[in-house]
Protein backbone atom coordinates (compact mmCIF):
# COMPACT_ATOMS: atom_id res chain seq x y z
CA UNK A 1 0.00 0.00 0.00
CA UNK A 2 1.69 3.24 -1.09
CA UNK A 3 2.27 5.53 1.63
CA UNK A 4 3.06 8.86 -0.23
CA UNK A 5 -0.32 10.83 -0.97
CA UNK A 6 1.76 12.23 -4.42
CA UNK A 7 -0.09 9.92 -6.32
CA UNK A 8 -3.19 11.14 -6.41
CA UNK A 9 -2.56 15.08 -5.02
CA UNK A 10 0.80 16.32 -6.51
CA UNK A 11 0.26 18.44 -9.24
CA UNK A 12 3.30 17.92 -10.87
CA UNK A 13 3.47 13.97 -11.06
CA UNK A 14 -0.11 13.71 -12.12
CA UNK A 15 0.37 16.00 -14.84
CA UNK A 16 3.11 14.20 -15.63
CA UNK A 17 1.68 10.88 -15.87
CA UNK A 18 -1.58 12.52 -17.75
CA UNK A 19 0.65 13.92 -20.15
CA UNK A 20 2.29 10.28 -20.78
CA UNK A 21 -0.71 8.89 -21.29
CA UNK A 22 -2.53 11.29 -23.83
CA UNK A 23 1.06 12.14 -25.85
CA UNK A 24 0.01 7.99 -26.62
CA UNK A 25 -3.12 8.40 -27.67
CA UNK A 26 -1.85 11.80 -30.05
CA UNK A 27 1.12 9.73 -31.29
CA UNK A 28 -0.81 7.75 -32.59
CA UNK A 29 -3.33 9.89 -34.10
CA UNK A 30 -1.31 11.96 -35.87
CA UNK A 31 0.96 9.65 -36.81
CA UNK A 32 -0.69 9.71 -40.76
CA UNK A 33 1.32 13.15 -40.81
CA UNK A 34 4.98 11.24 -40.21
CA UNK A 35 6.26 13.39 -37.63
CA UNK A 36 5.21 14.01 -33.90
CA UNK A 37 2.19 15.91 -32.73
CA UNK A 38 3.95 19.16 -31.78
CA UNK A 39 5.27 19.83 -35.21
CA UNK A 40 1.57 19.84 -36.62
CA UNK A 41 0.90 22.05 -34.07
CA UNK A 42 3.52 24.41 -35.44
CA UNK A 43 2.32 23.98 -38.96
CA UNK A 44 -1.10 24.90 -37.95
CA UNK A 45 -0.32 27.94 -35.36
CA UNK A 46 1.09 28.81 -38.80
CA UNK A 47 -1.40 28.40 -40.69
CA UNK A 48 -3.66 30.67 -38.31
CA UNK A 49 -1.16 33.38 -38.51
CA UNK A 50 2.36 33.57 -40.98
CA UNK A 51 4.41 34.20 -41.26
CA UNK A 52 6.03 34.17 -37.55
CA UNK A 53 8.85 34.63 -35.49
CA UNK A 54 10.30 31.22 -33.62
CA UNK A 55 9.98 33.83 -30.51
CA UNK A 56 6.49 34.30 -31.44
CA UNK A 57 5.44 30.17 -32.05
CA UNK A 58 7.54 29.79 -28.73
CA UNK A 59 5.09 32.28 -26.73
CA UNK A 60 2.33 31.00 -28.36
CA UNK A 61 2.52 27.40 -28.14
CA UNK A 62 4.43 27.27 -24.64
CA UNK A 63 7.24 25.78 -26.25
CA UNK A 64 11.08 26.78 -25.25
CA UNK A 65 12.68 28.96 -28.31
CA UNK A 66 15.43 26.77 -28.70
CA UNK A 67 12.89 23.61 -28.96
CA UNK A 68 10.53 25.60 -31.67
CA UNK A 69 14.18 26.46 -33.58
CA UNK A 70 14.89 23.00 -34.11
CA UNK A 71 11.91 21.98 -35.15
CA UNK A 72 11.24 24.65 -38.00
CA UNK A 73 14.71 23.69 -39.12
CA UNK A 74 13.41 20.19 -39.66
CA UNK A 75 10.05 21.05 -40.87
CA UNK A 76 12.04 23.70 -42.89
CA UNK A 77 14.56 20.70 -44.51
CA UNK A 78 10.97 19.06 -45.69
CA UNK A 79 10.13 22.25 -47.75
CA UNK A 80 7.17 22.69 -44.62
CA UNK A 81 8.25 25.66 -43.71
CA UNK A 82 10.40 28.33 -45.02
CA UNK A 83 13.02 30.53 -42.65
CA UNK A 84 14.35 34.11 -42.80
CA UNK A 85 16.53 36.36 -40.81
CA UNK A 86 15.65 39.37 -39.40
CA UNK A 87 18.18 41.07 -37.38
CA UNK A 88 18.52 38.69 -34.19
CA UNK A 89 15.06 36.76 -35.31
CA UNK A 90 14.16 34.25 -37.56
CA UNK A 91 10.84 34.25 -39.64
CA UNK A 92 8.97 31.21 -40.23
CA UNK A 93 6.15 30.79 -42.90
CA UNK A 94 4.52 27.68 -44.65
CA UNK A 95 6.35 26.61 -47.18
CA UNK A 96 5.53 25.07 -50.45
CA UNK A 97 4.61 21.16 -49.11
CA UNK A 98 2.49 23.23 -46.50
CA UNK A 99 -0.51 22.93 -47.78
CA UNK A 100 -1.06 18.54 -47.93
CA UNK A 101 0.47 18.52 -44.72
CA UNK A 102 -2.21 20.63 -43.42
CA UNK A 103 -4.63 18.97 -44.66
CA UNK A 104 -3.44 15.66 -43.20
CA UNK A 105 -2.99 17.34 -39.65
CA UNK A 106 -6.17 19.03 -39.52
CA UNK A 107 -7.66 15.87 -40.52
CA UNK A 108 -5.32 14.18 -37.16
CA UNK A 109 -6.48 16.61 -35.05
CA UNK A 110 -10.22 16.37 -35.52
CA UNK A 111 -9.85 12.47 -35.05
CA UNK A 112 -7.62 13.45 -31.62
CA UNK A 113 -10.73 15.72 -30.54
CA UNK A 114 -12.91 12.66 -31.36
CA UNK A 115 -10.64 10.10 -29.78
CA UNK A 116 -10.60 12.35 -26.36
CA UNK A 117 -14.36 13.22 -26.37
CA UNK A 118 -15.06 9.54 -26.49
CA UNK A 119 -12.68 8.92 -23.92
CA UNK A 120 -12.77 11.27 -21.47
CA UNK A 121 -16.41 11.93 -21.88
CA UNK A 122 -17.90 15.45 -20.37
CA UNK A 123 -15.17 15.49 -18.36
CA UNK A 124 -12.97 16.82 -20.95
CA UNK A 125 -14.05 20.44 -21.43
CA UNK A 126 -13.74 21.26 -17.88
CA UNK A 127 -10.46 19.61 -17.55
CA UNK A 128 -9.11 21.30 -20.64
CA UNK A 129 -9.83 24.48 -19.71
CA UNK A 130 -8.94 24.10 -16.48
CA UNK A 131 -5.65 23.04 -17.48
CA UNK A 132 -5.06 26.31 -19.75
CA UNK A 133 -6.27 28.70 -16.80
CA UNK A 134 -3.65 26.65 -14.33
CA UNK A 135 -1.24 26.96 -17.29
CA UNK A 136 -1.77 31.08 -17.71
CA UNK A 137 -1.14 31.34 -13.77
CA UNK A 138 1.62 29.32 -13.32
CA UNK A 139 3.58 31.45 -16.76
CA UNK A 140 3.09 34.46 -14.45
CA UNK A 141 4.81 33.59 -12.00
CA UNK A 142 7.61 32.04 -13.75
CA UNK A 143 7.97 35.48 -16.07
Known amino acids: MPRHHFYQ???YFTAARY???IEQVA???FAPTG???AYSY???ALEDQHPMTIMQIADQLG???STVSRMVKSLSQKKLTTLATAGRATTVDLG???VEFLKTANQCLTQFGQLTDQ???TDKAPMTTLLTDNNQKLRSHLS
Do not use: F, W
Request: aromatic share 8%; charged share 20%; net charge positive.
Open 9 to 11: TCA
Open 19 to 21: MRS
Open 27 to 29: DQT
Open 35 to 37: LKP
Open 42 to 44: IMM
Open 63 to 65: YER
Open 96 to 98: PAS
Open 119 to 121: YLG
